[in-house]
């Protein structure tokens, strides 16, 4: 299979999206993530008519500053180890209509956006200038060549519905990539079933969460060498989560990121080649996408209708993703490690 490749910086700001479920409408045309007009087929501005799943704010570029001659610039070039996508044919189907390749387009625009938006000072004085995303898919067997591993500057896992203790040869098979890039000190990080498989393939433990169920926007308190680690004041932040296994044991030499007081290990980093993630950056950024699977869990029984009426209340709290993202993007550029 070839590698797909999507560049998350915005080039042009103005995009073209089309939305299925609304068929006299000809197109959106969006500047930021800020609607400026909506027309019918027949050129009547409708914007009026034209509901908003979530809150949309405009992003404000950054006032201009001027940048010194010798400030360090940096491209990552990441692969994106989707492995949740096909999960969500079969569970939230709708899901693909505004994200048509899953968790791939997620990751994209959460990249694209938090690159945007970040400066120099937010970045250990680096300029991103582009985050690329190349699509390997490890359930169909699909991962990068040596020859690409060479010119990638780490690997993202993404969310699934699997077990990291299933027995299905994918999740074997991925165990197995994962002891190997641990051996050669390739970088991996990623969100929710990534600390899961990282710990299972190379020491840890991995069960169904021991309290139980954990969903919505929580607040992870940092450990002490967590905030060592990404340095600054930051004691605590704020995140979705959806998860029902963890982590009940870290692998040798890992260092816990942090807890919420329900599930114990919500991420954790290990040397300065591993940092995994509990929390959902890209369901932060857009919450219909997390309301979306906690209505089916409800439907279908797979998850207690109290919890999910208690979690979509605080749904569209605010979090602090783009921080959390920021950590990620310092850790690419190689400036975290315990």
């Known amino acids: 299979m070839g590698t797909v490749l999507l560049s998350s910086k915005i080039i042009a700001r103005r995009r073209w999206r089309f939305r299925k479920d609304f068929s006299d409408l000809t197109a959106i045309l969006l500047y930021g993530r800020g609607i400026l007009e909506i027309t019918n087929r027949y ?17 404000l570029p950054h006032p201009a500053t001027p940048s010194p001659l010798n400030m360090p610039s940096k491209t990552l070039r990441l692969a994106s180890f989707d492995v949740g996508t ?19 387009t997620m990751h994209c ?40 591993l060479a010119e990638l500057d780490g690997i993202v896992i993404s969310g699934s519905a699997a077990g990291a203790y299933d027995q299905d040869d994918w999740v074997l ?22 600390p899961q498989i990282v710990a ?25 060498a967590a905030q060592q ?28 990121l942090g807890t919420s007081g329900v599930t114990e290990y919500l991420g954790w980093m290990l040397g300065g080649h591993i940092l995994v993630f509990s929390g959902h950056p890209e369901y932060s ?4 996408i997390l309301e979306r699977m906690m209505i089916v869990e409800r439907r279908d ?21 783009v921080w959390q993202t920021q950590q990620q993007f310092r850790f690419f550029l190689g400036q975290l490690s315990v």
Request: net charge negative; with cysteine.
């Open 285 to 288: 950024r857009d919450p219909w």
């Open 86 to 104: 096909d999960d969500l044919r079969w569970w939230a189907p709708e899901l693909l209509e505004r994200y048509p390749d899953g968790f791939y």
């Open 173 to 194: 098979q991925l165990q197995e990539v994962i002891r190997d890039y641990h051996d050669r000190q390739i970088k991996l990080s990623g969100f929710s079933f990534a």
């Open 229 to 256: 680690y990404f340095g600054g004041d930051r004691t605590s932040y704020a995140i979705q989560v959806h998860h029902n296994d963890g982590v009940t044991q870290l692998p040798p030499g890992a260092v816990s």
């Open 301 to 321: 029984r797979l998850v207690p209708a109290q919890l999910i009426d208690y979690g979509l209340q605080n749904l569209w709290n605010p979090t602090d993703y």
């Open 43 to 59: 050129g009547q501005n409708v914007s009026s008519r034209m509901p908003r799943p979530y809150p949309i704010t405009p992003l």
């Open 109 to 148: 625009q959460l990249f694209d956006e938090v690159c945007e938006q970040s400066q120099p000072e937010d970045l250990g004085g680096v300029e991103l200038t582009q985050v690329e995303l190349i699509k390997y898919e490890p359930r169909k067997g699909h991962y990068p060549t040596d020859a690409e």
């Open 200 to 224: 299972q393939a190379i020491g840890g433990k991995v069960e169904k969460n021991p309290p139980g169920t954990e969903l919505s926007v929580v607040t992870i308190n940092l450990t002490e």
